[in-house]
Structure formats: structure tokens, C-alpha cells
């Protein structure tokens, strides 16, 4: 493939990624939800345009050949899946960054609740729902649970602080335990992959892969998941310790306000990643335990660094993911028999368990109805986590075709209605002082003893 073929591509895909999501917003879809749209009518998803293929054979010329079209077709569709690995990558270790445990305090209690129930109860339905349709995949129904226990950060935070609730207890509840159930959910998904990664490599004899407990699994028997627990908890904690400590040790060498920071820390990021690897866990997960042990660095010694880092992310890398994401949605799964039973049943089964258990951890908290509704509503929607997960499990073999479209319609059927519910829900009539959401006013909202 040539720099101009190359260079002309680059700039159509990139067009389409700007000026979509962005005719979108105006509408309140959010950016992830846009791209995973525009990854579908790209792609060869059975409803997409193949515009890669098309604009390719459009530009034969310079490739020379019809073929050499769709070479060059194949390597731009790997090039777009490539950058969306790192923007997973970018994506957990960002997840970890912003990790602020500061509010436990004041909310220890009902964080604690809410947290818990919205993390059991849903992922339990998860677990079973997938069980019913692949009782002998233990890895499948393990990740199954961890999509539906995980909350979407990149949601509550936003509605949270456009209310101006984020610092309210109400607010900090649902904040706290948004980061507490997140990170429980992909310690979850941690087991999933390393399940999945015990019978392919029984299958390979452990060909393939970094791991070394794989790699002795036979001398280990029994004891093998026992050992793997211990040593993903003591790599976790020497992890997050030893990149905190690194972290603080560069930044004072070679100081805040350089660019070499970004670099030196992502070098950190990888190796910790690698060092997952090593002992079993995914590249993925060691990624967030690493921006986990960067939190308070990037955070609270140096915000600048931190925007740098959602720049280069959220800017480049992460929008590729949620494209190559949605290009490997295929609509032909929804011909096969049981699809749309398996959409139904896992949207009607995430949402009650959702909505039941935020309410009833805010009831058992002393909160009001509102307040427990409203929290319900704040852990229904699956945005970026979700996604992930179910990215990383499609890749891995581990979730099936139908469940992994279920996941996408999921995520676009619970992002977009939450917040306009979870307003009206807080707001009373009357109560809006000249002009509307619409016309960017801030409106009063409810006090936080009408929530209790």
C-alpha cells in the first residue's frame, strides 16, 4: 500500500469519525454510541457500506491491480484493529487513572451497599442467563457476569456533574461505588480470560503464550487456579505499589512539564502490562492495574499530565476501538434462531437486576424512593467498560456471535434514554429558572435532604 493510498484512506475514515459523532451530538448521542455506528456502516457488518473495500477498488490505480485493491482493503482493516487494540489498551489504563477513592470516607456505607448489590445481583443474572444457553462455557458465563456487574463511569460522571450532585452524598455514593464495581468487574473478567486461557493452552499445550504458571500447568495439577489467585493478588499489589513508586520517582528526574513524561510513563504502563502476561493475567487488565498505581501521580501531583494522557486517548487511539468494534458487529447473527430471545432477555434481565438492587441498597442506606430509583437508573447504562469486555471476550473466543451483538444493541438501548430519565426523575416542575437544558442553563435541582 502506498503513503498516498494510504494517506487518502486515513483521511476519508478520519473525516467520517469527526463529522458523524459530531452531527450526532447535537441529538444527546453519546461519542462511543456514534462511533460504534460508524463502525457498522463501514464495515462488512450485513447493514454497512464495506466503504474500506469500495474506496480501495475506487483507487486501483494506484495500487495497480484489482487485487493489490484488495490487499490493500485487508491491511487498512488491520491497521483500524491494531490502533483499536492500543486504544483498549489506553482505555483501562485511563480507567485506572481516574480512580479517585478521596469520597469513601464521607459514603463509606451505602457506597459500600450499592457497590455490593449492584455488583452480585446483576452479575449473578448474567451468569446464569449465559449458563442456560452454553452450560459447559464456565469462561463465557464468568464473562457474562462481569459485563452485566460493570457500571459505565463515562455516564454518571457527566450527568452527576451537570446536575451538580457530584459532590452531594447522594452523588458520591453512586460515584464511589461506579469505581469500586468497575474495578470489581474486571478482576472478574481477569478470571474469565485466564479460564479461557487454561483451556486453550490445555488444548495448545500451553504454545502461545507468555505464561509461565501455563506453561507449567501440569507440574501444578489441582492447585493450578489456587496458585494462579495468589499470584495475580500479590502482582496487583506489588503492581500498583511499584508503579506508584516509579511514577513519583521519574516525575521528580525528570520533571512534570516535560513531554518525555508521557512517554516514560507509557513505557511504564507496557511493561507492567508485559509483566502481567507473565504471570497470566491479560495485557488488557495489567493496563488498568498499572494506571491504578499512576492514579495519584498523574492525578494529584500533575493534572496537565493526566489531560495529556485523555488527549492522546480519547483524541486518537480509544475512538479506533469503538470503531473496530462496531465493525465486527455481523447482522446476520439476528437470523439465527434465538437472536432477538437473547437480546430481550439479556436487555429485560440487566435492567431489572440493575434497577432492583440500586434500589434497594439506597432504601437500606435511608435514602428516599427517588434517590433509589434514581441510583438504579445511574448503574443501568453499558458504555465503555462493557464494550471492552465484550471486544475482549469476541477476540478471545469466549463470548458467542449472538451474545456479543446482544451486548451492542445492550449498550445503545441503556446509554441513550438514562440521563433525560434520570433529570426528570430529580427534577419538579417548576423548579427550572430561565430557559431549558437545551439552552445550556444550569438548573436547580433537587436538594439533597429531599433525596433522604
Known amino acids: ?80 484493529d491494531k490502533l483499536g487494540a492500543l486504544g483498549l489498551m489506553f482505555l483501562m489504563a485511563l480507567a485506572g487513572m481516574e480512580a479517585d477513592f478521596k469520597l469513601i470516607g464521607s459514603c463509606r456505607k451505602p457506597a459500600l451497599w450499592l457497590s455490593v448489590l449492584t455488583f452480585i445481583v446483576p452479575a449473578a443474572g448474567g451468569f446464569f442467563l449465559y449458563r442456560h444457553y452454553f452450560p459447559e462455557s464456565v469462561a463465557g458465563q464468568v464473562l457474562y457476569a462481569s459485563l452485566f456487574a460493570s457500571h459505565s463511569v463515562g455516564i454518571v460522571f457527566p450527568v452527576m456533574r451537570e446536575l451538580r450532585l457530584a459532590k452531594s452524598r447522594f452523588g458520591a455514593t453512586v460515584l464511589v461505588a461506579t469505581v469500586l464495581t468497575d474495578v470489581a468487574s474486571i478482576l472478574l473478567l481477569a478470571v474469565a480470560v485466564q479460564l479461557q486461557g487454561r483451556v486453550a493452552g490445555a488444548a495448545a ?26 499470584a495475580a493478588a500479590l502482582y496487583v499489589a ?20 516535560d513531554d518525555l513524561m508521557v512517554t516514560v510513563f507509557l513505557l511504564i504502563i507496557l511493561f507492567a502490562a508485559l509483566a502481567g ?50 465493525m465486527k458487529t455481523d447482522f446476520s447473527v439476528f437470523a439465527r434462531p434465538g437472536s432477538a430471545e437473547i437480546i430481550l432477555l439479556t436487555i429485560a434481565v440487566l435492567v431489572g437486576t440493575k434497577l432492583g438492587s440500586g434500589y434497594a441498597a439506597m432504601r437500606m442506606c435511608g435514602f428516599g424512593r427517588r434517590a433509589g430509583l434514581a441510583a438504579g437508573l445511574m448503574t443501568v447504562p453499558q458504555l465503555s467498560a462493557t464494550l471492552t469486555a465484550a471486544a475482549i471476550g469476541k477476540g478471545l473466543g469466549i463470548l458467542d456471535e449472538r451474545f456479543f451483538n446482544a451486548v451492542i444493541v445492550l449498550s445503545i438501548v441503556t446509554t441513550l434514554p438514562v440521563p433525560s430519565l434520570v433529570r426528570a ?3 419538579k416542575r417548576g423548579m427550572r429558572r430561565g430557559g431549558t437544558l437545551g439552552d445550556f442553563e444550569i438548573p436547580d435541582v433537587v436538594q439533597e435532604e429531599e433525596l433522604l
Open 238 to 257: 506489588v503492581a500498583v505499589l511499584g508503579v506508584q513508586r516509579l511514577g513519583r520517582a521519574v516525575e521528580r528526574r525528570v520533571g512534570p512539564g
Open 277 to 326: 502476561e507473565l504471570v497470566g493475567i491479560n495485557f488488557i487488565v495489567g493496563s488498568f492495574i498499572a494506571g491504578l498505581g499512576l492514579s495519584r501521580v498523574v492525578r494529584q501531583q500533575d493534572m496537565l499530565l493526566f489531560r495529556r494522557f485523555e488527549s492522546i486517548g480519547y483524541g486518537f487511539l480509544i475512538p479506533f476501538l469503538f470503531v473496530s468494534i462496531g
Open 1 to 80: 500500500m502506498s503513503d498516498v493510498t494510504f494517506l487518502i484512506l486515513f483521511l476519508g475514515l478520519t473525516a467520517v469519525m469527526a463529522v458523524f459523532p459530531l452531527a450526532m451530538k447535537k441529538a444527546g448521542v453519546p461519542s462511543v454510541i456514534s462511533l460504534l455506528v460508524v463502525g457498522m456502516l463501514i464495515g462488512d457488518t450485513g447493514v454497512g457500506l464495506d466503504l474500506i473495500p469500495r474506496l480501495s477498488r475506487a483507487l486501483h490505480f494506484l495500487v495497480g491491480s484489482t487485487s493489490g485493491a484488495a490487499e490493500t482493503a485487508e491491511t487498512f482493516t488491520l491497521f483500524i
Open 425 to 427: 426523575l430529580l427534577f
Open 205 to 230: 499445550g500451553g504454545a502461545g503464550t507468555l505464561s509461565i504458571l501455563e506453561r507449567h500447568a501440569d507440574v501444578l495439577g489441582g492447585h493450578y487456579m489456587a496458585v494462579f489467585m495468589a
